[in-house]
């Protein structure tokens, strides 16, 4: 089946250090992938999306993530982190096309001043 | 514009009693999903609606967990009888064909004891 695998289950950083999490997404056919971030006590928020076209998508928050198709992988980074984005990271891929979203089993960002 | 409405937020019961969840998506918005997220995963897909029409419900542990969205705009989500495993939260989401994503509610987080 279609799935998306998250393999750094918690990942602390320092404030105003660079950030990857890491998505790999199992074979199929153009994936439709997602990054969605949850605060605590807040709602899940979508970071930014990836359907077709440039492999570098923008998002909010001075997110980034890039698509690779040749390492299945859809990373998530930002440059530099703020104490605001500790938070559970997930990386989504929708099975269908038609907005069936599969969740991996996220990244726990910790941020240390 | 008024995000996904969830309520309550919090419910503590014992195993063997039933609770409800009720859930008013954004309005406009003909697609309504209930997720099921247990501490430490990701939310996990429970049913799907279309309008007042279930699309997926694959997922959904039919003996004990009912849903049904009956005008098409708000959402109930049962249980009847609770078990322990069922301590989680419960995410509402609801979409559009034009938004092409999924906006999340607050959740609501029950225990059972």
């Known amino acids: 089946a279609q799935s998306v695998t998250q393999p750094d289950i918690h990942i602390t950083v320092s404030e105003g250090a660079s950030l990857e999490l890491r998505c790999n997404y199992s074979y199929g056919a153009t994936p439709y992938l997602f990054w969605y971030v949850q605060s605590p006590g807040q709602g899940l928020q979508l970071l930014l999306k990836y359907f077709s076209g440039d492999t570098l998508v923008q998002g909010i928050k001075g997110f980034e993530a890039e698509f690779k198709r040749s390492q299945s992988s859809f990373n998530l980074r930002k440059p530099s982190v703020h104490w605001s984005d500790a938070a559970e990271y997930f990386c989504?891929?929708?099975?269908?096309?038609?907005?069936?979203?599969?969740f991996g089993t996220g990244t726990r960002l910790t941020v240390i001043p | 514009e008024a995000g996904v409405a969830q309520s309550p937020r919090y419910k503590i019961i014992e195993k063997r009693q039933s609770v409800a969840f009720w859930c008013n998506p954004i309005?406009?918005?003909?697609?309504l999903y209930w997720y099921q997220q247990i501490l430490g995963q990701g939310p996990k897909l429970l049913i799907q609606f279309q309008n007042n029409g279930v699309v997926d419900d694959s997922q959904l542990p039919k003996d004990r967990f009912s849903a049904e969205r009956l005008k098409g705009v708000d959402s109930t989500l049962k249980i009847q009888p609770a078990k322990l495993e069922d301590s989680a939260v419960y995410l509402c989401?609801?979409?559009?064909?034009?938004?092409?994503?999924?906006?999340f509610g607050p959740g609501t987080r029950l225990t059972v004891l």
């Open positions: 989401a609801s979409s559009s064909v034009l938004a092409a994503r999924q906006f």
């Open positions: 309005s406009g918005h003909a697609t």
């Open positions: 989504v891929r929708d099975q269908t096309g038609a907005n069936n979203l599969f």
